[in-house]
Structure formats: structure tokens, C-alpha cells
């Protein structure tokens, strides 16, 4: 990733200044995407190739299961893979990291998970720069889209495709 895509590593805080970020543009494969989402994201960055300058993919938040004492580092390992949340991505869009979630159609739990996802990262990475929960979809039900308004979770939707 070129470094200077994303903000001074300080502002992003410990935990995304280590995590994997690439540059903003369609891949061939997104990480933990499953296809619907890979195929949404993917007409929403041909959309609007310049709406972010750098992406995180499958990140990694919040506290893994606890384990007894004495558990070896392998089984923590495989316990924090299975048991960690995990956000689809993080956008770096100046001035803003945008939390996103994907969903091919809009759900009440779309938005509790950008709510949910936006919180661990203040708490947990603690960026020095804002959040904005979001969510990428194709069909929005308009009493949801009241309700993200209400709740401040931006709802990004790429236009249908023609032919």
C-alpha cells in the first residue's frame, strides 16, 4: 500500500495503523467477502472509483472468546480467528474512516452492525480522525432509510445496472 494514501499511521491508532490496507479499486477477489457483496462492491467502486483513496478488508474487532489459562497459543490463535467481529471494511475517505457493511439488501441488522463495528473501532483503535458507520446496498426499504438517517449511518446504494 502506498503510504501516502492513508493518514499519518498516529492518527489511525495502533490496532488499523498494523491491519492490511490496499488502495481503493476493484479487486479480484475482496477478503471474507462472500459473492453477492464481492459483486456489490464491486459495481459501487466502478461507480465511483474515487470515493475513497485506501481500503481495509475483513477487519478484525473487538475481544476474542476467553480461553482458560494455560490455553496454548495455537488454540488462541484459531479462537480469536473464530470468535472476533469482523467488518466487511474500512473505507479511508478524507476526513473520515467509513466503517462499511454489505448487504445486497438492507436489514435492521445491517445498521446495528455499522453501529456496532463504528464503536469498536473508536473504542478499540481509538483514530484520532472521525467515524462515519455506513452501509453499501442494493435495495433500501424507505422506513430503514429513516431509521439510518435517524441514526447517522450514511446508506451508499450503486444505480441498478442497464442493458
Same mark, same amino acid.
Given at each position: @500500500? &502506498? *503510504?501516502? $494514501?492513508? =493518514?499519518? =499511521?498516529? /492518527?489511525?491508532?495502533?490496532?488499523?495503523?498494523?491491519? #492490511?490496507?490496499? !488502495?481503493?479499486?476493484?479487486?479480484? #477477489?475482496? !477478503?471474507?467477502?462472500?459473492?453477492?457483496?464481492?459483486?456489490?462492491?464491486?459495481?459501487?467502486?466502478?461507480?465511483? *472509483?474515487?470515493?475513497?483513496?485506501? %481500503?481495509?478488508?475483513?477487519?478484525?474487532?473487538?475481544?476474542?472468546?476467553?480461553?482458560?489459562?494455560?490455553?496454548?497459543?495455537?488454540? #488462541?490463535?484459531?479462537?480469536? &480467528?473464530?470468535?472476533? $467481529? #469482523?467488518?466487511?471494511?474500512?473505507?479511508?475517505?478524507? *476526513?473520515?474512516?467509513? +466503517? $462499511?457493511? +454489505?448487504? !445486497?439488501?438492507?436489514? !435492521?441488522?445491517?445498521?446495528?452492525? %455499522?453501529?456496532?463495528? /463504528?464503536?469498536?473501532?473508536?473504542?478499540?483503535?481509538?483514530?484520532?480522525?472521525?467515524? @462515519? *458507520?455506513?452501509?453499501?446496498? /442494493?435495495? +433500501?426499504?424507505?422506513?430503514?432509510?429513516?431509521?439510518?438517517?435517524?441514526? %447517522?449511518?450514511?446508506? $451508499?446504494?450503486? =444505480?441498478?445496472?442497464?442493458?
Amino acid at each position: @500500500m &502506498t *503510504p501516502n $494514501l492513508l =493518514p499519518d =499511521p498516529a /492518527s489511525l491508532g495502533p490496532v488499523l495503523a498494523r491491519a #492490511r490496507w490496499y !488502495p481503493y479499486a476493484v479487486l479480484t #477477489r475482496y !477478503p471474507h467477502l462472500l459473492p453477492a457483496e464481492q459483486h456489490l462492491l464491486t459495481r459501487w467502486i466502478q461507480h465511483d *472509483p474515487q470515493f475513497a483513496l485506501a %481500503a481495509c478488508y475483513d477487519c478484525h474487532l473487538g475481544t476474542p472468546w476467553p480461553l482458560p489459562a494455560g490455553a496454548d497459543r495455537q488454540l #488462541r490463535q484459531i479462537a480469536a &480467528t473464530l470468535t472476533q $467481529l #469482523r467488518a466487511d471494511a474500512i473505507l479511508w475517505r478524507p *476526513p473520515a474512516l467509513w +466503517i $462499511l457493511e +454489505i448487504k !445486497p439488501v438492507l436489514s !435492521p441488522g445491517a445498521l446495528g452492525q %455499522a453501529l456496532v463495528y /463504528s464503536s469498536l473501532v473508536l473504542t478499540q483503535a481509538r483514530p484520532q480522525i472521525p467515524v @462515519m *458507520p455506513s452501509v453499501l446496498t /442494493s435495495w +433500501i426499504h424507505p422506513a430503514l432509510a429513516d431509521a439510518a438517517d435517524a441514526l %447517522a449511518v450514511a446508506l $451508499l446504494a450503486p =444505480p441498478e445496472p442497464t442493458g
